[in-house]
């Protein structure tokens, strides 16, 4: 079956939300996704509501085919909105009001106990949890410790490496946090900024069993359609190289 492809639609939100009108809609962007070949479809709630509105969550839990993958900080209003719709997943990630995006991961290891409560009370309510941290084994282990069902490893550092040195350096840190979070029985997934040009050594890393990718997809979606945006990505997911 190969890694599943996460779509996150939360720029086609941003789009819509630039002039406050009822398009485009994630919603159907996301019914695009899943007939190009997605097998997940990602969108982040956030607490300033930038983008993704409650009214897209609510529809995609009645619309989506695949699973869908709700980001959302790790507080107990966010615990009660997924308790509202249950997300077949949670991805707990960090998040500042004043951040452009998503900037590091969720620091797990300083926070354990209270990260652990949280994801009992989402697994209480038979959702999965996925936590979004930084490619970085300590936090891997605190990760496992808090009995997370998966990991996001952060792709941002690889992504935004300035040079080859950089790059190889960062993807040498996701590839052994994948290694060591496949040996601890969690699921591992990847994701923040990966592109057209950029997947191929992320998809060729065997641990890794999905990839949640947004702002670049939307980004070409606008150019030249959505499915095509979708496929194009997939190809590349498929024959890594
Ligand atoms: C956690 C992550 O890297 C993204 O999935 C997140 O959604 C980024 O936030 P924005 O989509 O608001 O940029
Ligand atoms: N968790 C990563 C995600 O869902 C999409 O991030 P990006 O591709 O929009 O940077």
Do not use: W
């Not at 779509?7 to 485009?24: E, G, I």
């Not at 997605?38 to 300033?48: P, W």
């Amino acid at each position: 079956m190969g890694q599943r492809l996460g779509v996150n639609v939360d720029h086609v939100a941003t789009l819509r939300q630039a002039r406050r009108t009822v398009y485009p809609d994630p919603v159907t962007a996301a019914a695009m996704a899943e007939l190009a070949g997605a097998r997940q479809i990602t969108i982040h709630l956030r607490e300033d509501r930038r983008h993704i509105q409650d009214r897209d969550l609510r529809i995609l839990r009645e619309t989506v085919q695949t699973l869908l993958n709700l980001e959302m900080a790790a507080t107990a209003e966010m615990v009660k909105i997924a308790y509202e719709y249950k997300p077949d997943v949670v991805t707990l990630v960090p998040e500042r009001r004043e951040e452009l995006t998503t900037e590091g991961g969720l620091e797990v290891a300083g926070q354990r106990e209270s990260i652990a409560k949280i994801i009992k009370n989402l697994k209480d309510g038979e959702i999965a949890v996925s936590l979004f941290i930084d490619p970085d084994l300590d936090q891997v282990r605190a990760s496992h410790k808090v009995n997370a069902d998966r990991v996001e490893l952060h792709t941002g550092r690889y992504c935004e490496a300035r040079n080859e040195k950089e790059r190889a350096r960062e993807l040498a840190r996701i590839v052994d946090a994948a290694k060591a979070s496949a040996k601890l029985g969690m699921g591992v997934a990847a994701g923040h900024g990966l592109n057209y040009d950029n997947v191929q050594a992320i998809a060729r890393i065997q641990e890794i069993d999905e990839l949640n990718i947004g702002h670049a997809i939307v980004g070409r979606a606008v150019l030249v359609g959505f499915e095509r945006a979708v496929r194009e990505m997939l190809e590349l997911m498929r024959d890594p190289g």
